[in-house]
């Protein structure tokens, strides 16, 4: 004979002021999970300036802490791109209109490549990471993309 167990748990309600799903919008609620995510992770605006960015998406792409890059733009924050020639030199504005971050801004679309970035510190080497990006609706129009980096 089968052996059944129910068990009961309590139910947990929201606190006064905490805002539910519906009241919280799509932007937001990235923003607050990529701060506190432990993966590499990285949310532009549709102006590409930085909104949230993991600590580990921080040192992976040597850019210090996340509160000394939050508000500044992407590029502007001290994210140095280099390319794959071998002598390293700065990309390019039209390259770096083809990174996965700014890609899936401008597309709407799943962006997905590589990216060296340049070392914080001289005679480190340059880190080499797989950058994944998505674009983040609000209101059913692209207001900024989403990033996970995985080194390589």
């Known amino acids: 004979m089968?052996?059944?167990?129910?068990?009961?748990?309590?139910?947990l309600a929201p606190t006064a002021g905490t805002p539910t799903a519906q009241e919280s919008?799509?932007?937001g609620q990235w923003s607050l999970t990529v701060s506190h995510a432990d993966e590499p992770c990285l949310l532009i605006d549709a102006e590409t300036k930085v909104v949230a960015v993991s600590a580990a998406g921080c040192e992976l792409l040597c850019l210090g802490a996340p509160e000394d890059v939050i508000g500044l733009p992407l590029l502007g924050g001290g994210l140095r791109l280099l390319d794959f020639t071998a002598n390293p030199?700065?990309?390019?504005e039209q390259e770096i209109d083809k990174i996965p971050p700014l890609l899936a801004l401008s597309s709407g679309r799943l962006a997905r490549g590589l990216l060296r970035v340049q070392a914080a510190s001289t005679g480190a080497p340059d880190a080499t990471v797989d950058a994944i990006s998505t674009p983040v609706l609000t209101d059913g129009s692209v207001a900024g993309s989403l990033t996970f980096f995985s080194e390589v």
């Open 2 to 11: 089968a052996h059944v167990e129910l068990s009961l748990s309590e139910v």
């Open 25 to 27: 919008d799509n932007f």
């Open 89 to 92: 030199r700065e990309l390019t």
